[in-house]
């Protein structure tokens, strides 16, 4: 208990985080752990939540079921982040109590990868754009997040439109394109949790194109293009930016850190209990020796320090 106290009270002194969460943050700063968790909640069953948001929303969701003594449940949280960000720390700052659930998810999802969509290259030009099929599979689904796939295109003569597609069992989405107007298409992808929030977005930045062939197009070049292959390759996931974690901050520290300071080594201890041992041993043959006499003995006990 007397760790939660501290933790809440360093997390008060922390500027309030920016973006949906504000409030929670707030809470969380304040101790009130479960109108946090409540928050977070909603957050997380909100189909209009971006990447960005869910991953945050996790790490708050984590950090209050740490602090509420539901570790497994923190656990959970933080393996939904990490299969979306295997790489993601939290700041070493933090309560070993606070942050003993993430390293134990993080042993689990040692190895699994990040969530990622593996799309069958699409031709760079086509006759027109009318029936075409776009194939892609869900991989390293860990967490078993995926519930949908959106394909959002556009042309440069039609406004956007989206096709949501479910996956199979083996995680396979056929997307099949309708008749559109313009000479050239152009999309991204999305992958969508239970509740209709975006996972990872991916060409969002750089969308994908694809030309009818001999005609000349007014949009912008094309910065993502696929290589014509019938085979299925990954395609990086454009990873989302995650804000600076809200954690408390440790105490100042020497400069230098590299170990203990010399009055808590091993080697200053022994020495004390060698010269403690020492004067306790020439204390007793004093007594029973007589003084300087003949039957004295005088002993000096010296320590090398290095």
Known sequence: MRKLIVAGVLLACLPVRAGGLDEAW????????????AIADSVLASPDSGPELLLDAWR????????????????KAFRKLLSLRPDFRLSTDISPKLAAPFYQAVAHQRGK???????????????RLEGVRFMAVI??????????????????????????????????????IPAVDGNELRYYWELLNEHGGVLIR???????????????????PVETELPVDTAVTAIEVEPPRVPPPVEPKAEP??????????????????????????????????????????????????VGLR
Request: hydrophobic fraction near 40%; glycine fraction near 14%; include cysteine.
């Open 202 to 220: 991916m060409g969002q930045r750089n969308p994908f194109s694809l030309r009818v062939r001999g005609k000349a197009v007014a949009s912008r």
């Open 253 to 302: 520290r020497d400069e230098d850190d590299s170990g203990p300071a010399w009055y808590g080594s091993w080697w200053f201890w022994t020495a004390v209990g060698v010269v403690v041992a020492g004067a306790t041993v020439g204390a007793a043959v004093g007594l029973t020796g007589g003084g300087g006499g003949p039957g004295s003995v005088t002993y000096h006990v010296g």
């Open 26 to 37: 707030s809470e969380f700063r304040h101790l009130d752990y479960s109108r946090a968790l």
């Open 139 to 176: 991989a390293r689904d860990s967490m078993d997040l995926v519930r949908g796939v959106r394909l959002v295109f556009w042309t440069e003569a039609s406004a956007e439109r989206r096709l949501h597609m479910q996956p199979d069992r083996g995680g396979r989405v056929v997307a099949e």
């Open 60 to 75: 708050l969701q984590g950090l209050c079921y740490s602090a509420l003594g539901r570790t497994d449940e923190a656990i």
């Open 113 to 127: 990868g990040r969530l990622a969509l593996k799309l069958s290259p699409a031709p760079g030009e086509v006759e």
